[in-house]
């Protein structure tokens, strides 16, 4: 079977959705991670349209892929002027890319009221734009806009348009679903019924090359990678797509799910199992570079994918983890994460203690009790399967493994609001550290961040590794609205250093209190950390037997 060219278009069609927008020198990056995967083709923009993707187009020019082969997208030629005056393809064989996708109408609505031009000038438009460009050397991958709703409307001129583009040379014909309206059984039908049709044309010249189908499709009715999975099925041998299925409107077809069905369920290799496996991180990186927060149910790569929270799954997936799981995560880069809530039972417990490396009562006691401790927290607001580094000190409190490694004495935070200048505030902090106190103030852009500031620099004293450590992200949830003021918030903090990311969490009625329980968590967690990583690097020293002489 032949393989799956995968064709990413993040950089051009991606770019097209709400609030997604990469610098010159960020696509570059982004091209090179793709190359760097294994994707075939890399659509880096629209040289025609903007000047960002002129300056992207000039950048490659001095990098070299490994093996992607970097594509340049745009219009067929302007009706009524020769290709060679055509500014946009101009600007394509300008780009200096290998490969050129151009897309031309095959839908009889739009050539004659969208863009008012007659069929037989659209048919010219595309002749002549893939003639130049194949006579200019270039590969030539050509996109039929609309082709699927074209071709239910008028399936003799969605075809004639196709056959204009081989009879002039197109390497590839890539049938677009560009309002993402089709159904899987509609690309099935349609696919098969123009790979005859156009079949049967080339016939009538044997010398002909064989016709090779893409598929390009939108998420509009949620159907974007059925469509894609369903058109190699029936013989395509492309498929366009972007990372994270970012794209106009509810996105295009998502690669990051379309390169594990094609490797593990379909038996079409597109991407090594090697590249395979770094597929979250993929996914991750061109999220960070989109600034766009990941979403943490997608399939695959999404941070709940292989996420279990049933006590019935965990005590399952414990046992044999493809009894709640389509594949292992590890083949994408992902990885098992178990939950624990008032849903868990103790197995969740017993698998997260494992994880995080808590010791638990051999019979089986201790993991009972923190789960009917959990419940109770839960009912009072905490939610423990997004606070991995609180529900550590939990089990170790429960497991009187808890060591404290400072105590609070007291806090005072003051906020000060002078007429129309911004609100200042000051923290001061009392801990004690082996019994020896330490009394600190500091200032701060809120009375968190000013605690934060005043515990850091009382802690500083005992335990000068700290600047490594930095709160990344704070959120604030009310928890019981229908009470008033006596609501309890919950208190969310992500903290990180150059190892680790962990959250904590707080709950109370004051959310200074709860950003307290947060923030104490989080620094007790980090020290923790600290103190196992200088142990494991000098080991006390063996106890020498002693000796009655
Ligand atoms: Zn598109």
Redo the contacts with the bound molecule.
């Keep these: 079977m032949e393989p799956i060219l995968l064709y990413d ?1 993040t950089l051009r ?1 991606g770019t ?1 959705g709400e609030n997604i927008t990469f610098t010159a020198d960020e696509k570059v990056k982004i091209a090179l991670q793709l190359d760097d995967m294994g994707i075939h083709y890399i659509e880096g923009g629209w040289p025609g349209s903007n000047p960002k993707d002129l300056q992207f187009f000039d950048l490659a020019k001095r990098v070299k892929f490994k093996t992607a082969r970097l594509a340049a997208f745009g219009a067929t030629r302007k009706p009524g002027i020769p290709p060679e005056k055509d500014g946009n393809l101009k600007a394509l064989l300008a780009s200096e890319t290998p490969t050129v996708t151009i897309f031309g109408k095959s839908w009889d609505l739009h050539v004659k009221e969208v863009m008012d031009n007659s069929l037989a000038e659209n048919l010219a438009m595309i002749a002549d734009s893939v003639k130049f460009l194949k006579w200019n050397g270039r590969e030539v991958i050509y996109d039929a806009e609309h082709f699927f709703d074209g071709y239910k409307k008028n399936s003799g001129y969605a075809l004639q348009t196709l056959m204009t583009a081989i009879e002039n040379g197109a390497d590839f014909i890539v049938l ?1 679903d ?1 309002n993402g309206g089709t159904l899987p059984f509609e690309v099935d039908t349609i696919v098969k019924a123009v790979q005859t049709a156009l079949a049967d044309k080339n016939a009538l010249n044997p010398a002909s090359p064989k016709i090779k189908l893409g598929i ?1 499709t ?1 998420n509009d009715s949620g159907l974007a990678v059925a469509n894609s999975i369903t058109a190699v099925q029936a013989g395509s041998v492309m498929v366009q797509g972007t990372i994270n299925g970012y ?2 409107r509810c996105g ?1 077809a998502d690669l990051n799910s379309i390169m594990p069905i094609l490797n593990l369920k379909m038996n079409r290799p597109c991407v090594s199992p090697e590249n395979l496996s770094k597929l979250k991180t993929l996914s991750r990186y061109v999220s960070e570079m989109a600034n766009q927060v990941p979403l943490n149910n997608r399939p695959f790569v999404g941070k709940s994918a292989f996420a279990h929270k049933g006590g019935i799954h965990v005590s399952a997936i414990m046992k044999t983890p493809k009894a709640y799981e389509h594949i292992d995560p590890a083949i994408v880069g992902n990885r098992r994460r178990v939950l624990v809530s008032d849903l868990s039972g103790k197995s969740n417990v017993e698998y997260k203690a494992r994880e995080l490396g808590v010791e638990l009562g051999n019979n089986g006691f201790d993991s009972s009790k923190i789960v009917s401790e959990i419940k109770q927290l839960e009912q009072q607001g905490y939610q423990f399967d997004v606070a991995d580094g609180s529900f550590k000190i939990l089990m170790e409190k429960f497991t009187d493994q808890f060591e404290p490694l400072f105590d609070l004495e007291a806090f005072r935070v003051t906020i000060e609001k002078d007429k129309d200048q911004p609100c200042t505030a000051q923290a001061t902090v009392k801990i004690s550290v082996d019994g020896q106190q330490e009394i600190t103030a500091a200032e701060g852009y809120g009375p968190v961040s000013a605690l934060d500031n005043a515990l850091r620099k009382a802690l500083d004293r005992f335990f000068p590794d700290l600047d490594t450590m930095r709160l990344v992200d704070f959120k604030v949830r009310v928890i019981d609205g229908s009470r008033g003021t006596a609501a309890k918030v919950r208190v969310f903090i992500e903290s990180r250093d150059q190892d680790e990311i962990w959250s904590t969490i707080g709950v109370s009625e004051d959310i200074i209190e709860a950003s307290w329980q947060a923030l104490a968590d989080s620094f007790q967690h980090k020290l923790a950390s600290e103190k196992q990583i200088r142990s494991q690097q000098f080991p006390e020293q063996e106890k020498l037997p002693i000796f009655n002489t």
């Design positions: 278009t069609d097209q677009c560009t390009h939108h794209g106009e295009n």
